[in-house]
């Protein structure tokens, strides 16, 4: 089949690929969440990791990481996904801001849902270096929320980009908050490994999710 002008007809594969790769998270996060359930060994595992990870004594780990976990807090999103929604409206991208507002929302909805269905306890307050939150630990809403935000804001800006250096810059930065944040969680005492990788692993899934919906009803040239 052949349009009008004798260019080849050929079906956008993007769609189904980030569908399979959908696939491929939920499956990965449930495995995680079934194993953290049922496996005594691999609970043992993750805290004796994060445990090793908490008690590196590096002078500056823990102003650092006390610094870069509040990226993550929840007013923090929240006014800088408004900011960017606000941002993308007024430059005329209204289904991009819709994406970006409603990924963040039903995404870090559905991490606060596997919180309270998996019930898993944090670390006790003996390896906390800030105020232990009072919900459950799997997954880290911190890490599962930057790990959104940043992935929505490097999708949109290689939408839109030409240039190469920008595109680079803005991946280096999305990939590198998110990593920064989740460890904070692990070496501040309020997480362990196992919460923050399962976040990101959920992220992957519901970004992959977000964008096959973006590319099946948005327009391709």
Known sequence: MTTSSGTP????????VLVVLAGIAALLFFGLVFVVLV???FVAFDEAGSGLFRSMDVVWFEPFFGAATHVGDFWVMFFATAIAVAALHVRGSRVEAVMFGLTMMLGTSVGWLAKELVERSRPGLEYARITLPDSYS?????????FLFFALIAFIVSLEAKSLRTRAIVFTISV???????ASRV??????????TASWILGVGIMAAAASLYFNFTPTE
């Open 9 to 16: 007809w050929r079906r956008d594969t993007r769609p189904g």
């Open 176 to 182: 590198a908050i998110p990593l920064l944040v989740g």
């Open 138 to 146: 799997f997954p880290s809403g911190h890490a599962l929320a930057t």
């Open 39 to 41: 496996s005594p060994a």
């Open 187 to 196: 070496y501040l005492g309020v997480h362990w490994f196992g919460d923050v």
